[in-house]
Structures are given as C-alpha cells and as structure tokens.
C-alpha cells in the first residue's frame, strides 16, 4: 500500500490491541502481512445470547491492504468443526461479503474490527455449542446466500429483479434515479425504489456493487 510497516501499525492502531490483548504475539509473516497468534478472550452480552465469557485461540492475518480488505481470522484451538461457518481457506467466515464490507466502512483500526466481526461470531459458535441453535440467523454460503441476503435488504421479488437494483447501485445516484425500476413497476427509480435503495449507498461503493452484480449474473445463470 506504499507506506511503512510503523506507520500501518500505528493507522490500525495495533499496539493498543497488543496491549489489551496481552497474549498475542507477533509471528514472522512475509509480503507485508503482519501475523498474530494468541488468546483472545471477550464477554459478549445480548438479548439473544445472555452473557458468554469465552476465550479462542485464534492466528489472525492483517494484510497490508486493511482495512480495505478484511482481516483474516482462523481458530487454532481445535474447538470449531470445520463445518462450521469456515471460508474454503479455513479461515472464519465473519459474515457475508456485504456485511463484512458495511463493517470495513465504519471500522479502520484492529481492536474495533475484533470486537465488531470476530466477536459475535465466537459467541456465537459458543451459544450454537450450547443450545444447536445460531442465535443471529445464518445465510447459505456462496452466491445463493447474498441473493436471499440482497433480496431482503432491497425488496427484491426474485433474484433478476436483485441483480437490477445491484447495478443501479453501482451507478450514481442521479444516473440511477432516471432509469426503470427493475421491479416491473413502470417508473423510474427515482419514482420508486430509489429510497430503499439510498439507504444502502453509503455501505459500500460503486465499484463493488457493480462486481457484486456482475459476479451474481454469472452464478445465476450457471
């Protein structure tokens, strides 16, 4: 990313994390990648959980790119089946593409990414181990879950009509708002879902509209 191994420690602020998280420490990692092995312990407290107080052994990959990019996460402990919610790495899967990335927009530093995606995803495996039940929900991985996920969010009848706002999102605003509503309406966007739609601008960009789109296409119709 062009800048120092001190100066992407000191922007992610991750001596702060180091010391709140005393266990970890800082392993050897090579292209940029600063890796963390350790104990990560944490309370969560929700409606839906109660109180859990845990602790995961976790390596933890930040790549130079963060956090444009997410930060790595696997389980060293042996205490999560690889069944369980895993990408095809075997790192955790924190949450869908759109989640995770709706997180990178509010979060820049280690410490908040952790307690924000890392988190509630432990609780949750701790809860799921307790009681068999996910107490946030759970989406299907691939192409199938962003859509159901995509199709809620927008207020999509099926999955053509979810690809059509999705390249509407990856225009402006002011270009979207002049073409049909992919709902079958009749109207322009600007004079139907545009609403529903501007609250999801701000989430993600352009850009990653339009891959997301142009990547669920293909899925869909293959």
């Avoid at 991750?14 to 092995?37: H, K, M």
């Avoid at 952790?114 to 996910?134: I, N, W």
Wanted: charged residues 20%.
């Amino acid at each position: 990313m062009g800048t120092t191994l001190a100066h992407r420690r000191a922007t992610w602020e991750l001596d702060d994390f180091l010391a709140r998280y005393t266990d970890f420490a800082v392993q050897p990692s090579t292209n940029g990648t600063i890796e963390l092995v350790g104990d990560f312990p944490f309370t969560a407290i929700g409606k839906e959980i109660g109180t859990i107080t845990e602790t995961y052994c976790l390596r933890l990959q930040i790549p130079p790119s963060f956090p444009h990019h997410p930060i790595s996460v696997w389980e060293i402990g042996n205490r999560i089946k690889s069944d369980f919610h895993h990408l095809q790495d075997g790192a955790l899967c924190l949450g869908s593409p759109f989640q995770v990335e709706r997180l990178l927009r509010k979060v820049r530093t280690v410490t908040p990414f952790m307690e924000h995606a890392v988190v509630p995803y432990l609780a949750g495996h701790s809860h799921h181990q307790t009681t068999r039940e996910m107490p946030f929900g759970e989406l299907d991985h691939g192409a199938k879950g962003l859509l159901a996920e995509f199709r809620q969010l927008l207020g999509a009848g099926n999955n053509t009509q979810c690809i059509g706002f999705l390249r509407l999102l990856g225009m402006k605003k002011r270009i979207a708002n002049k073409r049909p509503c992919p709902c079958g309406s009749n109207r322009r966007l600007g004079r139907c879902h545009a609403r529903r739609l501007n609250r999801l601008r701000g989430d993600a960009s352009r850009s990653w509209f339009r891959h997301q789109a142009n990547q669920l296409s293909r899925a869909a119709t293959n």
